[in-house]
């Protein structure tokens, strides 16, 4: 398809996602097309003031029945009074209709790409920058805006100014005409090699606009590795080089627009020049009226000149075109996962869960899963080991549906994860991971987080729980204390405590403890292990462990190499065994036998 054909099928996908606004269009295009007849009128009124000063009784208005000369002037000045007033007015309108319509779609758009992001699998995020994700939802979509701010009021008046000055025109002499509008298919020309010109120079100033919004968000995220690794300047340079790379892409479109107002200007100056030439030839010869001729001076400029803002319309047309594409692209990518699911989880709860031969690989990589066949009792722990990358966390996120299954069927109380809607599987699942994230904003918000619902004394009793209560009544506020952008004002363990409590504030029947106490200290691992010793009783545990001597009192032990199960058993039955289990706890506590 060729880039103006691409700009084309943009805002007609545009013009059919907005459909539910259309009454709205209809009526803000209503208001701009009224504005636009009251904006042309007055030149028609001087010609007509013209020709009364010039012909009096012999005048057009005369013939109306106003014999006086200073009663056709005063017919005119009330005209134009109600000429410039409806002018003023739909001018006001249009300008509110447009503009919040504007804010109205964007806001949609906005809301629909982000509800669209929120459904993706974990894929998705792997191939997809937060930066670029942050450029189309925030920039694309303020692109977008603006366009429809006034761009689109700017293509439907001179659309209507060109339509009804021309049909004056042809009315009062066609030779005029016919001369006045020539110019129209060289701007018309114009537009669309500009256009064509322009339409992949803004896809690329798009990229390029995802591309350093992406380095921005890295660079401020790792602030800490950058000054400890003394990479400012480093750092300083390749925002520089991303910027230099933008700045690059938006001066080649620039050359190309700001090559299109000198055309237009040459044009209209053509078509001017013929009515000003050949109508004041008419005039001398008295083949045409005097006001007439004032008439058609006015209105060529009226006719051609608002040609001259297709140039900045037009590069405001293609800017938004271009986020168009993005954001609708991303508002229909359909995730792999799907949310077809129609059956609940019966109340109550058990937490059962079972992995009947699951089969799973990353993209592009061997690793994952393969063929695991595992039956976790309800309100057992069971602890999964393993070396890093032999499939422990896949199958936690194979579990949340974070991906699709290649092979295989789990069950949560005997019932397929897919038959399942979604949100009825993950309520019913906490999740402590080893990467804790926690929100702007308050203690207490980030401990309600998975319960909104629960009251003041359920989220101390959390806190209690998890043995946070103590560190989050010494911090400033206590529960009202802001923790910063993913918590970067406590520390690891007081996080990780955190985390803990935002699960048990849950309260869901089956806990996965990812890693939860491996970036922690003894003492925080310490009260971490005596919170879940708690939490435990009554509902259904998965460990996912590094440190053995977290799990041994775990009710079954499952060992992982290479994306299978070797071992499987308790603690003392894997020492027993003298196995993978059993030559990892040596390395780790240098004995033989169950502490």
Same mark, same amino acid.
């Given at each position: 398809?060729?880039?103006?054909?691409?700009?084309?099928?943009?805002?007609?996908?545009?013009?059919?996602?907005?459909?539910?606004?259309?009454?709205?269009?209809?009526?803000?295009?209503?208001?701009?097309?009224?504005?636009?007849?009251?904006?042309?009128?007055?030149?028609?009124?001087?010609?007509?003031?013209?020709?009364?000063?010039?012909?009096?009784?012999?005048?057009?208005?005369?013939?109306?029945?106003?014999?006086?000369?200073?009663?056709?002037?005063?017919?005119?000045?009330?005209?134009?009074?109600?000429?410039?007033?409806?002018?003023?007015?739909?001018?006001?309108?249009?300008?509110?209709?447009?503009?919040?319509?504007?804010?109205?779609?964007?806001?949609?758009?906005?809301?629909?790409?982000?509800?669209?992001?929120?459904?993706?699998?974990?894929?998705?995020?792997?191939?997809?920058?937060?930066?670029?994700?942050?450029?189309?939802?925030?920039?694309?979509?303020?692109?977008?805006?603006?366009?429809?701010?006034?761009?689109?009021?700017?293509?439907?008046?001179?659309?209507?100014?060109?339509?009804?000055?021309?049909?004056?025109?042809?009315?009062?002499?066609?030779?005029?005409?016919?001369?006045?509008?020539?110019?129209?298919?060289?701007?018309?020309?114009?537009?669309?090699?500009?256009?064509?010109?322009?339409?992949?120079?803004?896809?690329?100033?798009?990229?390029?606009?995802?591309?350093?919004?992406?380095?921005?968000?890295?660079?401020?995220?790792?602030?800490?590795?950058?000054?400890?690794?003394?990479?400012?300047?480093?750092?300083?340079?390749?925002?520089?080089?991303?910027?230099?790379?933008?700045?690059?892409?938006?001066?080649?479109?620039?050359? +190309?627009?700001?090559?299109?107002?000198?055309?237009?200007?040459?044009?209209?100056?053509?078509?001017?020049?013929?009515?000003?030439?050949?109508?004041?030839?008419?005039?001398?010869?008295?083949?045409?009226?005097?006001?007439?001729?004032?008439?058609?001076?006015?209105?060529?400029?009226?006719?051609?000149?608002?040609?001259?803002?297709?140039?900045?319309?037009?590069?405001?047309?293609?800017?938004?075109?271009?986020?168009?594409?993005?954001?609708?692209?991303?508002?229909?990518?359909?995730?792999?996962?799907?949310?077809?699911?129609?059956?609940?989880?019966?109340?109550?709860?058990?937490?059962?869960?079972?992995?009947?031969?699951?089969?799973?690989?990353?993209?592009?990589?061997?690793?994952?899963?393969?063929?695991?066949?595992?039956?976790?009792?309800?309100?057992?722990?069971?602890?999964?080991?393993?070396?890093?990358?032999?499939?422990?966390?896949?199958?936690?996120?194979?579990?949340?549906?974070?991906?699709? +299954?290649?092979?295989?069927?789990?069950?949560?109380?005997?019932?397929?994860?897919?038959?399942?809607?979604?949100?009825?599987?993950?309520?019913?699942?906490?999740?402590?991971?080893?990467?804790?994230?926690?929100?702007?904003?308050?203690?207490?918000?980030?401990?309600?987080?998975?319960?909104?619902?629960?009251?003041?004394?359920?989220?101390?009793?959390?806190?209690?729980?998890?043995?946070?209560?103590?560190?989050?009544?010494?911090?400033?506020?206590?529960?009202?204390?802001?923790?910063?952008?993913?918590?970067?004002?406590?520390?690891?363990?007081?996080?990780?405590?955190?985390?803990?409590?935002?699960?048990?504030?849950?309260?869901?029947?089956?806990?996965?403890?990812?890693?939860?106490?491996?970036?922690?200290?003894?003492?925080?691992?310490?009260?971490?292990?005596?919170?879940?010793?708690?939490?435990?009783?009554?509902?259904?545990?998965?460990?996912?462990?590094?440190?053995?001597?977290?799990?041994?009192?775990?009710?079954?032990?499952?060992?992982?190499?290479?994306?299978?199960?070797?071992?499987?058993?308790?603690?003392?039955?894997?020492?027993?065994?003298?196995?993978?289990?059993?030559?990892?706890?040596?390395?780790?506590?240098?004995?033989?036998?169950?502490?």
């Amino acid at each position: 398809m060729s880039d103006t054909g691409t700009s084309f099928s943009a805002l007609l996908s545009l013009l059919r996602y907005a459909r539910g606004y259309r009454t709205r269009i209809i009526l803000a295009s209503t208001c701009s097309a009224l504005n636009t007849f009251f904006d042309v009128m007055p030149e028609i009124l001087i010609g007509i003031a013209i020709d009364v000063v010039v012909n009096q009784q012999e005048s057009f208005v005369a013939s109306l029945g106003f014999d006086s000369p200073k009663s056709q002037i005063l017919v005119l000045g009330f005209l134009t009074f109600v000429i410039w007033a409806g002018e003023s007015l739909f001018q006001y309108l249009y300008l509110i209709l447009w503009r919040n319509l504007a804010q109205d779609l964007q806001a949609d758009m906005r809301q629909a790409a982000y509800d669209q992001v929120q459904k993706q699998d974990m894929h998705f995020f792997e191939s997809r920058s937060s930066g670029e994700l942050t450029a189309i939802l925030n920039d694309d979509v303020n692109q977008l805006e603006r366009f429809l701010d006034g761009g689109a009021n700017d293509f439907l008046q001179v659309f209507v100014a060109v339509v009804l000055v021309g049909g004056v025109f042809f009315y009062v002499s066609p030779t005029i005409a016919w001369l006045a509008i020539t110019p129209i298919p060289v701007v018309i020309w114009g537009a669309f090699y500009f256009m064509r010109r322009a339409t992949p120079l803004y896809a690329d100033v798009r990229e390029q606009v995802g591309t350093l919004a992406n380095r921005i968000v890295n660079s401020i995220g790792g602030m800490v590795t950058i000054k400890s690794f003394t990479a400012e300047e480093r750092e300083s340079q390749l925002l520089a080089e991303a910027s230099d790379r933008y700045v690059k892409a938006n001066r080649q479109a620039i050359k +190309v627009s700001s090559a299109f107002v000198p055309l237009i200007r040459m044009a209209v100056l053509m078509g001017f020049l013929a009515t000003f030439i050949v109508g004041g030839f008419k005039a001398l010869d008295g083949t045409l009226n005097v006001g007439a001729y004032g008439m058609l001076v006015f209105l060529t400029q009226r006719l051609l000149w608002p040609l001259t803002r297709l140039a900045q319309t037009v590069d405001l047309y293609e800017r938004a075109m271009a986020s168009t594409r993005r954001i609708l692209a991303l508002v229909e990518t359909q995730p792999n996962t799907r949310d077809n699911g129609e059956l609940q989880l019966s109340s109550p709860v058990k937490g059962s869960l079972e992995f009947d031969q699951v089969s799973f690989s990353y993209k592009k990589t061997e690793a994952g899963v393969h063929d695991v066949k595992l039956v976790v009792p309800a309100g057992k722990t069971t602890a999964l080991v393993g070396a890093t990358g032999s499939g422990k966390s896949t199958l936690i996120k194979l579990l949340l549906r974070f991906y699709p +299954v290649d092979k295989g069927t789990i069950s949560f109380d005997g019932i397929p994860i897919d038959e399942l809607r979604l949100h009825n599987l993950r309520e019913h699942i906490g999740l402590v991971s080893q990467d804790v994230f926690l929100f702007e904003g308050p203690v207490f918000d980030n401990i309600a987080y998975g319960n909104p619902d629960a009251s003041i004394d359920e989220i101390i009793e959390a806190a209690r729980a998890a043995e946070a209560l103590d560190f989050i009544n010494q911090l400033p506020d206590g529960f009202d204390t802001l923790v910063g952008e993913r918590g970067v004002k406590l520390s690891g363990g007081q996080r990780q405590r955190l985390s803990l409590a935002r699960a048990i504030a849950k309260n869901p029947p089956v806990l996965i403890l990812d890693e939860a106490t491996s970036a922690v200290d003894n003492e925080t691992e310490a009260a971490i292990q005596r919170s879940l010793a708690r939490l435990a009783k009554g509902r259904t545990v998965l460990v996912v462990a590094h440190r053995l001597s977290t799990i041994v009192s775990a009710d079954e032990i499952v060992v992982f190499d290479q994306g299978a199960i070797v071992e499987r058993g308790t603690h003392t039955e894997l020492l027993h065994s003298n196995g993978y289990y059993a030559r990892q706890w040596q390395v780790q506590t240098g004995s033989t036998t169950s502490t």
